[in-house]
């Protein structure tokens, strides 16, 4: 039987077999495999990783193979033991390579996708009394209807940053690239009126303007009329509601109220009247 430093040994020597001739580039293929038989016969989890790393980073790797380099790096950093790592590359190959389901479904079991917290279900009605300025790194961000949130988290300190719809965002010059998980923003805003949270209990903040830490501002309330113009329509669908059940309902200020909803469904009619002309 051979002693284990001669199977490394041999190991070794067949793994420099796979190289391509001194000089010659290797291929994103050429690199996995290497990277295979570093980690599964060789047992260096570390050149594997490594190996892995140059591939995900690289501009020549096809995305069927990164996707295969990713999802075996967060393989490799659990056999070594660092889950916390593992964890992280988990995390993007769920987020970079969503459409590989097969791959993301063999480690979701060690790794279940972090549960996202649900917007409220009305656009964020800012409390002008109470001005928010605050900066952090982008934990998660939600390209959801009626309102796209973006966590920014500091420390121990959380915030759901409201911006406005994903159509109003797209018009306004955004794409899903333009704020992304990891990046560092700061935020000025406003807290959110009566104290409005999500689901989970975070509280939420109306971004006036979102600045990237390369000082790029990303979003600016004040230049996307869309914005305006959505968020009151959602406040007049809100408000419409709100009417219907007056109506249905049996109260001694029912009149009142009614009169009161009617005046305010007018005064929004005629703001979304001005903010559409100026569009």
């Known amino acids: 039987m051979f002693s284990t430093s001669t199977k490394f040994a041999v190991a070794s020597v067949l793994a420099a077999c ?4 001194p000089g010659l580039a290797q291929t994103a293929s050429q690199l996995l495999e290497k990277g295979i038989y570093a980690q599964e016969t060789s047992g260096d989890l570390d050149a594997a990783i490594q190996i892995y790393r140059q591939i995900t980073g ?8 990164a996707a295969q380099a990713q999802y075996r790096l967060a393989e490799a950093l659990i056999k070594k033991g660092d889950l916390s790592a593992a964890a992280t590359e988990f995390q993007k190959l769920a987020r970079d390579y969503s459409d590989h389901q097969a791959l993301i479904s063999k480690l979701s079991v060690r790794f279940p996708e972090p549960k996202k917290p649900q917007p409220s279900l009305y656009p964020v009605a800012p409390d002008t009394g109470r001005p928010f300025s605050g900066s952090g790194e982008v934990a998660q961000v939600q390209w959801v209807n009626p309102v796209t949130y973006i966590l920014l ?7 759901a940053v409201a911006t ?7 018009q306004g010059g955004l794409t899903r690239n333009s704020i992304k998980t990891g990046d560092r923003i700061s935020v000025i805003g406003f807290w959110a009126k009566e104290d409005q949270r999500l689901s989970d209990g975070t509280p939420v903040v109306s971004a006036t303007t979102v600045v990237r830490e390369d000082g790029q501002k990303v979003f600016d309330r004040a230049f996307v009329p869309a914005v305006a113009r959505e968020a009151l329509m959602m ?5 419409l509601e709100t009417l219907r059940r007056v109506q249905d309902a ?4 029912r009149k009142a109220q009614i009169v009161e909803l009617e005046k305010k469904l007018n005064a929004i009619k005629a703001q979304v009247h001005d ?5």
């Open 153 to 159: 988290k500091d420390g121990a300190s959380q915030w």
């Open 18 to 21: 796979l190289l391509p001739a």
């Open 275 to 279: 903010v559409t002309a100026k569009q």
């Open 235 to 239: 406040e007049m669908a809100k408000t």
């Open 250 to 253: 049996e109260t001694p200020a």
């Open 164 to 170: 406005a719809s994903p159509n109003a965002l797209v």
């Open 58 to 65: 690289s501009a020549f790797g096809q995305r069927d193979i």
